[in-house]
């Protein structure tokens, strides 16, 4: 089943016709699937710009954590770029927790070429545990 929470998000949104429209099931490891690196997404000629790529994993690392029922928002967020993504390819993502740590959550993903074994890009972040619906923190 593909995970969707918002229909106008930018990394997953259906609706979202500008965005990256990506689609992602739940895995036994976390979350898998791809996106489809349009013309407008480029950055340098012929590849996708490198903040596309990082919303992709960072999108592929909240829904894993989405997927296991816990809402939450990207604290930090580390990015590695290891080649370019082609304009007019799909790029598969990867994203799982690797470790709880009372509200935050330690997540690790990566973007592959649709064929292919070796990591286009790699990413961790750190994401906080939140208790209302849209990722934002009550107010106190």
Do not use: Y
């Not at 609706?15 to 349009?38: C, H, T």
């Not at 304009?87 to 993502?93: A, H, K, N, P």
């Amino acid at each position: 089943m593909s995970i969707v929470h918002n229909d106008l998000c930018f990394g997953c949104g259906r609706a979202n016709l500008f965005g990256l429209q990506i689609e992602l099931d739940a895995v036994e490891s976390g979350v898998s699937g791809r996106f489809f690196v349009k013309q407008d997404h480029q950055g340098p000629p012929g590849a996708a710009h490198g903040g596309i790529v990082a919303a992709a994993l960072d999108e592929a690392m909240a829904l894993a954590v989405h997927a296991e029922g816990t809402r939450a928002r990207t604290a930090s967020l580390e990015l590695e770029l290891i080649e370019p993504a082609p304009i007019g390819t799909f790029v598969r993502l990867e994203a799982s927790i690797d470790a709880r740590e009372g509200s935050r959550l330690r997540v690790s993903a990566r973007a592959l070429p649709d064929e292919g074994e070796a990591p286009l890009a790699k990413a961790r972040a750190t994401l906080v545990a939140t208790r209302e619906p849209g990722g934002a923190q009550p107010r106190r």
